[in-house]
């Protein structure tokens, strides 16, 4: 039992991460009606400028934890923000009004241009740092002398996440920008003639997944303490499929999906097989959309005749 709670806890710190990264996914699909393959990977550069601006902040003498945490999380945010608008000024915008598959080829281009120049600036190897939220607290110990323990991070990753989720639950529901988001999602065309700005609010939308990206990357890097350029495609593969788990289009849906594949992931590679972990996440995947074709929490399209 005491293994399983510990299972349990690690589960829910690494669903925590990929929920992040799934409700990006999932406030541009409900949008714009398209998946931004190109996500995971803003995820990744995300990464990468919170150890860069670490390393240039500890250069400089700085030694104050709880401010290097701020400067860097501020950073990371502000400069990956601006590689989401980027993306959707030069990706997606110009083909907004194409065919369905040219946004979608235009992702995956993306995608593979920002692995690449990742992989061309900061090179091929993992970079590591070192841990500096160190601690935690003993929960319990067993007769045979296992341990649970949860440690600061871990406590960080969740806190942080729940957070999040209901600030932006908030800014969906609540806030002009959030009317602004959902009158687009249901007509864009309607929402222009209303005097909702379409181009602001999707360009808003890509930004504030790429501010979320940049948060999952700096929990990431806090956490298994290390970068490197392909991380973004795998977690990003596996942020979407929470997102679609959870049922694409809502962000508590994306939140539970990653909660989901992150406690699949962790108690299959711990009572089975860690190489069939992802055959185990995907298998769980399938089977809940046979029975739930929209997702956990997804709601059912409805067509406008």
């Known amino acids: 039992m005491d293994y399983f709670a510990q299972q349990l806890i690690n589960g829910l710190v690494l669903g925590s991460i990929y929920g ?17 393959f190109a996500h ?4 990744m550069i995300g990464g990468f400028i919170a150890l860069i601006t670490f390393l240039i902040l500890v250069s400089f003498g700085l030694t104050a934890i709880p401010l290097i945490l701020l400067v860097v999380l501020l950073v990371s945010m502000a400069i990956t923000a601006l590689y989401g608008w980027t993306i959707e000024r ?3 915008r110009p083909l907004r ?6 946004p979608m080829l235009s992702a995956i281009g993306m995608s593979f241009v920002l692995t690449n120049y990742s992989q061309v600036a900061q090179g091929a190897r993992v970079k590591p740092i070192p841990p500096f939220i160190t601690g935690g ?7 045979d002398g296992f341990v649970i323990q949860l440690s600061n991070i871990q406590i960080m990753v969740v806190v942080t996440t ?9 800014l969906v529901s609540r806030t002009r920008l959030g009317r602004d988001m959902r009158a687009c999602e249901q007509d864009q065309t309607m929402a222009a003639l209303l005097g909702v700005d379409v181009d602001r609010t999707i360009s808003m939308t890509f930004v504030i997944g790429a501010a979320l990206a940049a948060v999952a990357g700096l929990m990431y890097l806090l956490y298994y303490g290390l970068v490197d350029f392909f991380m973004g495609f795998v977690a990003g593969i596996k942020a979407f499929t929470a997102a679609v788990l959870g049922g694409i289009g809502s962000l508590p849906g994306a939140m539970l999906g990653g909660l989901a594949i992150g406690l699949i992931e962790t108690f299959w ?14 298998s769980i995947l399938i ?12 709601r059912p399209e409805v067509e406008k005749v």
Not at 97 to 102: D, I, T, V
Not at 270 to 279: G, I, L, N, P, Q
């Open 162 to 170: 729940i957070v999040l989720l209901a600030i932006f639950t908030w």
């Open 97 to 102: 009004h194409s065919f369905r598959l040219a």
């Open 269 to 282: 590679s711990a009572y089975f097989s860690v190489e069939y972990k992802d055959v185990a996440a995907f």
């Open 40 to 43: 995971g990977d803003v995820f």
């Open 137 to 143: 607290y003993t929960l319990h110990e067993s007769p």
């Open 287 to 298: 089977v809940v959309l046979i029975f739930m074709p929209t997702g956990l929490l997804g």
């Open 20 to 36: 992040l990264i799934a409700i990006g996914y999932t406030m541009v699909y409900g949008i714009v009606g398209m998946i931004n």
């Open 90 to 92: 030069i990706a997606y």
